[in-house]
């Protein structure tokens, strides 16, 4: 079946330092993929997304580029933030089954001042 | 309203006693979604609703757990008889689709806790 994998946290980094977390995936359709964050105490919140092969989200400095050959889309950026402290979850969406989100476990980011 | 809304935020329940979670939506949003995130995991999916239809409800883990929404607004799940492995954060999404590519918004989620 469908599903998401991505690597286990916790991650711990100094400000400033460079960010990847790994998400691949499994999927027998076509798939969108997204990045959802919960902050402390907050409901989940789209990051970013891409809905095609070679596509590439971008917000507030993270970057993931949708990689069909490698059923990747890790999470990049360049340099962390104390506030970029969070859970970050991988998803895909399959079109035809009207916008159900398949998750990874989570990965908990802690940025060290 | 300004974003999806749950309540309560947090309820305990005996083990046996009857729960029921209220999920309130964007307003206008057509589709609704149920997620249940155990403790140190990702949300998996429960059931889906688009307006008041329910269309899906393959995650749903057993037939103690059931959803409605009746006017294609609000939308409630019940858990009947709780048990222990019931226990974890109910999430609630709308999205206004008509492209399933549309941002879900999620709630902040009810934390049930059964003893």
């Known amino acids: 079946g469908d599903s998401v994998t991505q690597m286990e946290g916790p991650v711990t980094l100094s400000e400033e330092a460079f960010l990847t977390i790994n998400c691949t995936y499994t999927a027998t359709g076509y798939p969108s993929l997204f990045w959802y964050v919960q902050y402390p105490g907050e409901g989940l919140q789209l990051l970013l997304k891409a809905t095609k092969a070679d596509d590439k989200g971008s917000n507030k400095g993270f970057e993931a580029t949708y990689r069909k050959e490698t059923t990747s889309f890790h999470l990049e950026k360049g340099s962390v933030q104390v506030s970029d402290s969070a859970v970050y979850f991988c998803?895909?969406?399959?079109?035809?089954?009207?916008?159900?989100?398949?998750f990874g476990q989570g990965t908990e980011l802690s940025v060290k001042p | 309203g300004a974003g999806v809304s749950q309540s309560p935020r947090y309820k305990v329940a005996k083990r046996g006693q009857d729960v029921a979670l209220r999920c309130d939506p964007i307003s206008g949003h057509v589709s609704l979604f149920w997620y249940q995130q155990a403790l140190g995991q990702g949300p998996e999916f429960l059931t889906y609703?688009?307006?008041?239809?329910?269309?899906?409800k393959s995650g749903l883990p057993s037939d103690r757990f059931f959803a409605e929404r009746p006017e294609g607004s609000v939308s409630t799940l019940k858990i009947q008889r709780t048990q222990q492995e019931d226990s974890a954060v109910y999430l609630c999404a709308s999205s206004d689709w008509m492209d399933p590519n549309t941002e879900a918004f999620f709630g902040q989620g009810t934390r049930l806790t059964v003893v």
């Open positions: 609703f688009q307006n008041e239809a329910q269309l899906d």
């Open positions: 998803a895909l969406l399959i079109y035809n089954q009207g916008g159900k989100l398949i």
